[in-house]
T-cell receptor, first 115, second 114 residues
Framework: NAGVMQNPRHLVRRRGQEARLRCSPMKGHSHVYWYRQLPEEGLKFMVYLQKENIIDESGMPKERFSAEFPKEGPSILRIQQVVRGDSAAYFC?????????????FGNGTRLTVT | AQSVAQPEDQVNVAEGNPLTVKCTYSVSGNPYLFWYVQYPNRGLQFLLKYITGDNLVKGSYGFEAEFNKSQTSFHLKKPSALVSDSALYFCAVSRNNAGNMLTFGGGTRLMVKP
């Protein structure tokens, strides 16, 4: 039973380019969460999605960032016109349900470096 | 708003000794509390959770945590540390009706020396 799969593991982009981060949740999980981790810091919630719906995006920057979780395929976190401050590790997590009885399962993250 | 504080950036302990990693929280309503561990270049792994019931929660790898409502704390403990326990530990909280939208503490690096 494969865990949460994120790709790529490492992504290098020049300022102004677009970054696309992919996340395939665990089998049977329909809830996906994206978190961002700056070096030596904790994880900050970005967005919570269910299939085809954004449930909560209160942690997402208003500009340049977007997320989707289509009916088919992985969840995508998209960052347009990247800047150096976007350099971070981006983690995806999934759960089978919404409640706290369903702990999050995390992927190994995508480390974005903006040069 | 909810928040988590992990007051120690790093905890050093000798192998075989007991360890404690501290966590305090602030949340409206009943808290759901979690501990996760992160190894280098990896995602977070779930250790244990408190939802309701007994204040002492047992989790993976011999870890346990005690929920203290009056002190709003959820300290992580282990009776006898192993070198392999060395990692980054995160405490997290969510409101009981907020599902898995967790708020994480800043993390505590645990160093266990032989």
């Amino acid at each position: 039973n494969a865990g949460v799969m994120q790709n790529p593991r490492h992504l290098v982009r020049r300022r102004g380019q677009e970054a696309r981060l992919r996340c395939s949740p665990m089998k049977g999980h329909s809830h996906v969460y994206w978190y961002r981790q700056l070096p030596e810091e904790g994880l900050k919630f970005m967005v919570y999605l269910q299939k085809e719906n954004i449930i909560d995006e209160s942690g997402m920057p208003k500009e340049r960032f977007s997320a989707e979780f289509p009916k088919e395929g992985p969840s995508i976190l998209r960052i347009q016109q990247v800047v150096r401050g976007d350099s971070a590790a981006y983690f995806c997590a999934s759960s089978p349900g919404q409640g706290g009885n369903s702990p999050l399962h995390f992927g190994n993250g995508t480390r974005l470096t903006v040069t | 708003a909810q928040s988590v504080a992990q007051p120690e950036d790093q905890v050093n302990v000798a192998e075989g000794n007991p360890l404690t990693v501290k966590c305090t929280y602030s949340v409206s309503g009943n808290p759901y509390l979690f501990w996760y561990v992160q190894y280098p270049n990896r995602g977070l792994q779930f250790l244990l959770k408190y939802i309701t019931g007994d204040n002492l929660v047992k989790g993976s790898y011999g870890f346990e945590a005690e929920f203290n409502k009056s002190q709003t704390s959820f300290h992580l403990k282990k009776p006898s540390a192993l070198v392999s326990d060395s990692a980054l530990y995160f405490c997290a909280v969510s409101r009981n009706n907020a599902g898995n939208m967790l708020t994480f503490g800043g993390g505590t690096r645990l160093m266990v020396k032989p």
